[in-house]
């Protein structure tokens, strides 16, 4: 099974402040096809995951730009320029290059 | 609006049976590929099983492979999973998911536990 690494797996942020988070994979990521199956997803107190970043770099509708994602191959990571208090949450990283599709560990992000 | 309700979840004693449910509306439900996801505490997301839009492409992933089964009626527009021989380290909310790039709709969670 391919691990998904996170760092670090707890963040406080100052409001204003910029946050990333690192997600390393065990195996290349990249298909045969030329996409890279790599996504974000944020979980809020009390809800279900939330898609946040398909293929590495592309935002899902509503998600503001101040989200981005970059990487490629194993070494990827989530940038929020200026973070929000409703930015609070457990962010994962997942790929589904090959099964099982597999979760990192999670990063829990806060408010100072 | 995309829903997707799961229901079913409950107390089960180990090597009992459990059927949960994920009934969906919003968005056509046969032209979509779906998932079982679990959460626990301890193991975090994991993935356990695919269904594809033709019913017949299923995956499982191994630790539930030959007890869970995962289906769908299209006609309901409706996604099952049928777990046979629980363990207590199944125990854990389970999500439907929806599967396009990424998983793009999740349903609010079916919790189950296992315990005698």
């Known amino acids: 099974d391919i691990v998904m690494t996170q760092t670090p797996l707890f963040l406080s942020v100052t409001p204003g402040q910029p946050a990333s988070i690192s997600c390393k994979s065990s195996?290349?990521?990249?298909?045969?096809?030329?996409?890279?199956?790599f996504y974000w997803y944020v979980q809020k107190a009390g809800q279900s995951p939330q898609l946040l970043i398909q293929?590495?770099?592309k935002r899902v509708s509503g998600v503001p730009d101040r989200f981005s994602g970059s990487g490629s191959g194993t070494d990827f990571s989530l940038k929020i320029s200026r973070v929000e208090a409703e930015d609070v949450g457990v962010y994962y990283c997942?790929?589904?290059?090959?099964?099982?599709?597999?979760f990192g560990q999670g990063t829990k992000l806060e408010i100072k | 609006d995309v829903q997707l309700l799961e229901s079913g979840g409950g107390l089960v004693p180990p090597g009992g049976s459990l059927r949960l449910s994920c009934a969906v509306s919003?968005?056509?439900?046969?032209?979509?590929?779906f998932n079982w996801v679990r959460q626990t505490p301890g193991k975090g997301l994991e993935w356990i099983a695919f269904?594809?839009?033709?019913?017949?492409?299923?995956y499982y992933t191994d630790s539930v492979r030959g007890r869970f089964t995962i289906s769908r009626d299209n006609s309901k527009n409706s996604l099952y999973l049928d777990m046979n021989s629980l363990r207590v380290e199944d125990t854990a909310i389970y999500y439907c998911?929806?599967?396009?790039?990424?998983?793009?709709?999740w349903g609010q969670g079916a919790a189950v536990v296992v315990s005698s």
């Open positions: 998911v929806r599967v396009t790039s990424g998983y793009d709709y």
């Open positions: 293929e590495v770099s």
């Open positions: 269904i594809g839009r033709d019913k017949d492409t299923v």
């Open positions: 195996q290349t990521l990249l298909w045969s096809n030329g996409k890279t199956y």
């Open positions: 919003g968005f056509s439900f046969d032209t979509y590929n």
């Open positions: 997942m790929q589904s290059v090959h099964l099982p599709d597999t």
